[in-house]
């Protein structure tokens, strides 16, 4: 059982919008940034956004990210068949004093 | 750019002990920590443990707390993570990642910004 909690599925179709939600608690989203990662198949992970909002170079700006109280969301824009993948929303928990991750939304592009 | 690389997959048997490992260019050692994290076959990311190459100062995840051991070498930029006893429950992809912590105005900003392509161990009974 995941700290964070996300849908363990999803699915749009190509050139659709997406939400993916995370929700925590006090402890970590509620006191500390999310970061969100993408993994593709048979990949290791990848850093997507991290404190909230922000977006590594290279990241397309079909990805954003929002935050409110103790939950996230990952929103995909204009949706790609390679955006096919898992996402994994992460956040530093003041209790364990360790991040915590979500289960995981494996997310089909029909 | 900062690189991770893991060792190779590993196939062992239960109760035999293990050594895997993870190399960083310079960068990826200094002011960062090194963590941890197991994906079983098909399941999510876990969080193992966390280490300091500075001060060697490392923060396990209670479930992973006394079956695993973390460490690094910060002369030759080189995590470690150590079994005595493997269980058959330990097959998994084991992934380190660069820690990255930043304190900008007293908050504290955590992420995992670069990755290793993660070392598969396979462990039979």
């Known amino acids: 059982q995941s700290v964070l909690t996300q849908p363990p599925s999803a699915s749009g179709t190509p050139g659709q919008r997406l939400t993916i939600s995370c929700s925590g608690s006090?402890?970590?989203?509620?006191?500390?940034?999310v970061n969100w990662y993408q993994q593709l198949p048979e990949t290791a992970p990848k850093l997507l956004i991290y404190?909230?909002?922000q977006r590594p170079s290279g990241v397309p700006d079909r990805f954003s990210a929002s935050k409110s109280g103790t939950s996230a969301a990952l929103a995909i824009s204009g949706l790609q068949s390679e955006d096919e993948a898992a996402y994994f929303c992460?956040?530093?928990?003041?209790?364990?004093?360790?991040?915590?991750f979500g289960g995981g939304t494996k997310l089909t592009v029909l | 750019e900062v690189h991770l690389v893991q060792s190779g997959a590993e196939v062992k048997k239960a109760g035999e002990s293990l050594r895997i490992s993870c190399k960083g260019s310079?960068?990826?050692?200094?002011?960062?920590?090194i963590t941890w994290v197991r994906q079983m076959p098909g399941k999510g990311l876990e969080w193992m443990g966390t280490?300091?190459?500075?001060?060697?100062?490392?923060k396990y995840s209670p479930p992973f707390e006394g079956h695993v051991t973390i460490s690094a070498d910060k002369s030759t930029t080189t995590a470690y993570l150590q079994w005595r006893s493997l269980k058959a429950s330990d097959t998994a992809t084991y992934y380190c990642?660069?820690?990255?912590?930043?304190?900008?105005?007293?908050?504290?900003?955590?992420?995992?910004?670069?990755w290793g392509k993660g070392t598969t161990v396979t462990v039979s009974s």
């Open positions: 404190d909230n909002t």
């Open positions: 280490t300091d190459p500075t001060d060697f100062y490392t």
């Open positions: 310079g960068s990826s050692f200094s002011d960062s920590w």
């Open positions: 006090g402890s970590n989203i509620g006191s500390n940034f």
């Open positions: 992460e956040a530093w928990d003041d209790s364990l004093s360790g991040p915590v």
């Open positions: 990642a660069r820690h990255l912590i930043e304190v900008i105005d007293a908050y504290h900003h955590y992420r995992m910004d670069v």
